[in-house]
T-cell receptor, first 110, second 114 residues
Framework: GIQVEQSPPDLILQEGANSTLRCNFS?????LQWFHQNPWGQLINLFY???GTKQNGRLSATTVATERYSLLYISSSQTTDSGVYFC????????????FGGGTRLMVKP | GAGVSQSPSNKVTEKGKDVELRCDPI?????LYWYRQSLGQGLEFLIYFQGNSAPDKSGLPSDRFSAERTGGSVSTLTIQRTQQEDSAVYLCASSLDRGVEKLFFGSGTQLSVL
């Protein structure tokens, strides 16, 4: 199956700082999504981004499918950004199920 | 409904008992997934339903695990003869179509096997 690696595994930021989270995957995909799991465990879908760049407020994401990686940018971080960020990928000819990376655990300090 | 609904939110059971976990997906969503998340870990795929097609059961860890989806809507995940290693958060998700739409998750069921 597809391997998904996320880096860094842990990240501590001061409020207001910017950060970049990376997701590498081992095979071609036609589905890539970024999720935020808040401290209460709820998973929120941030982006559906199999290729290209999207922005939503202080968050943006870029996927370079030909090079098998995606980046999630967080600008002007806030304490509410704390939690775990997951990248998940899938392929139509592999059953469509999403394979999740191990996540990046982010803590934003006030 | 407005979002994916799972019940119960918490379940404590004794080793060897059977449990049923329920998922009610977003109205109109044809794809439904079950994932499992152990403490501090990522998400492990269990099973996937799409419309009336045969489910993809490739992620079920043993034959003690089964799931069904009635009428293309509500799904039940059943774990028979629970073991302590089954303790985890069981997450259900739905999407509008076959793997090409955003996935929306429920709040999960925290299962504790004593």
């Amino acid at each position: 199956g597809i391997q998904v690696e996320q880096s860094p595994p842990d990240l501590i930021l001061q409020e207001g700082a910017n950060s970049t989270l990376r997701c590498n995957f081992s095979d071609s995909v036609n589905n890539l999504q970024w999720f935020h799991q808040n401290p209460w465990g709820q998973l929120i879908n941030l982006f559906y981004i199999p290729s290209g760049t999207k922005q939503n407020g202080r968050l943006s994401a870029t996927t370079v499918a030909t090079e098998r990686y995606s980046l999630l940018y967080i600008s002007s971080s806030q304490t509410t950004d704390s939690g775990v960020y997951f990248c998940a990928v899938g392929r139509r000819n592999a059953g469509n199920m999403l394979t999740f990376g191990g996540g990046t655990r982010l803590m934003v300090k006030p | 409904g407005a979002g994916v609904s799972q019940s119960p939110s918490n379940k404590v059971t004794e080793k060897g008992k059977d449990v049923e976990l329920r998922c009610d997906p977003i109205s109109g969503h044809t794809a439904l997934y079950w994932y499992r998340q152990s403490l501090g870990q990522g998400l492990e795929f269990l099973i996937y339903f799409q419309g009336n097609s045969a489910p993809d059961k490739s992620g079920l860890p043993s034959d003690r695990f089964s799931a069904e989806r009635t009428g293309g809507s509500v799904s039940t995940l059943t774990i028979q003869r629970t073991q302590q290693e089954d303790s985890a958060v069981y997450l259900c998700a739905s999407s509008l179509d076959r793997g090409v739409e955003k996935l929306f998750f429920g709040s999960g069921t925290q299962l504790s096997v004593l």
